[in-house]
């Protein structure tokens, strides 16, 4: 039987594809490369490894009987951790977090420094042509950070804020370990309540699991001092929307962003959409859409593959039953 | 004869305003607290110092024969450099140069992330409450950055940028030569034409000098690449807002962010508010608006006015044949 790996992956370049079939040929594998918006079933149903996104990696998991090992070329695989995402419970399941860091690093200080800056102002009075006075703008510097989430995303937030010379950079992640020396602090989970009534500002980075669902609620947020600023860039239903909203129009914080949501696209009768204080953007911190991201994604399916061929244990393995 | 010293200084704390009057109580100086947009001449004409802004710091300069020292809580002080403007020649000049690069440095990065990450479109579907899809994104990570002027601003952008891992940072200055380590690279400012040859994010932070003039000019645009981006937080006039906006009309430069223009407030009639992929902000990058550049800017007031006092040499004092 012919070993077949599909690639189901958009905005892949050359050099990337030529990357994966070096790879794959070393590996023993025949490569094909499919677009995840316009691949039918017959064209990966049958293959031993599944490279990818979309529709088709989720219908081959729940039913090809085939698949060994499944790479996601994205991060939050909290769907493929379902009881039943598999029709083989045995297949592999990695996914590409490590790839995303870098990006959703970026966006997340982005979004950080325009609601400190007051942007959105500015912005609105450039748009009407208006030249707004200054306004009291916040600083990175001399604040308290708090970043909820130390894996790949908050260790890169933590090496690139180190530089604004803010305060202390506090992480926070369920076993209060972390082994990134840019943070000053870590805690675990349990003490979340006691370090965000000294944070200003707020930075999350959660995977989507039972134990995160909700873990921004309003409890938490009674405990930030009206002058603090949240951002999200992990998963949407880790903060308890409805509360985050009544937060800001009571002015008990300064600002929030969210580059996810509870429900994507933002359903048109989301309160959100009108909450004042709020910066979105639909969910784009983080995409195939940086060459860096794309480049390191390649670069960590072609390593787990040729693992995966000398049967090594593989580096990207997802823990299915924590759910990241 | 009382020794008086005039402050007149917006957004001026309680903190502050303790920090100077005991800075003065030292020097043997008396100083009054006046407002830069409600303050007669009477209260300021008869003072030895000013420490201020504003129309009554400019007539004073221009008028006063008691004033002996004017620090300027600003650091663009070309206008103070021409023949002219002081009625007593060997007024000292000082300005806070300085007290601005963290706010600027930060206002910076945010606008060269919000062009990279394509802010302005995605914004633009939120207002419309569209949720527009991934589309391709530029990164800090692999970058090469350079930073016309190397001083405060320019310093404290290369510490800041040195964590997103750009591929290098080069400084371009007027020596060739700069102490701060974070750059990877210096150059003289002939080399200038040169080094955007290879620049994908170049950052402004150039006093207005007869030699800062329209430094990028035409010539100098041609000679950088269409995915490249401009940034300017120093002064308006380093750029020529014409070639500027014909670049990016036709497409030789990715984007642009300005926060200061040759004309302030930017004229109805000016072509940059219909310049495409064109970030503006009025002028508030760096402002006495943020907490650390407030005391910052009144601790080094207070320290050049012992210094002042015992007949010391100023630290913050104005080249006033260079401009700054």
Redesign the interface.
Known sequence: MEKKLAVIRPAISDSEQEKIVLAAHDAGYTPVFLDPKNVSESDYMDAEIIYGEGAAAKKAAAESDVLRWLCASFAGVDAFCRPGAFRNESTLLTNSAGAYG??LA??A??MA??M????PV??E??RN?R????????????SVITLLGTGDVGSCLA???????PAKIIGVCRSGRCREPAFDEIFATDRLKEVLGETDLLIMSLPATVQTKHILNEEMLSAMHPGAYVVNVGRGNTIDEKALSAALNEKRLAGAALDVMET???P?DSPL?DTPNLI?????AG???????RNRNTEMFCEDLLRYAKGQPLLHLVDRTAGY
Chains 1, 2 share one sequence.
């Open positions: 870098v990006s970026e966006h200080i982005m420094l325009m400190m800056r007051r942007m500015f912005e009075g450039i042509r030249w707004l006075p200054p306004m009291p703008q916040d600083s990175i510097k001399n090496r690139r804020l180190r530089g604004f010379e994507e696209p933002l048109e959409w979105l953007t639909p969910h784009v995409n195939l859409t940086v060459d860096y991201t």
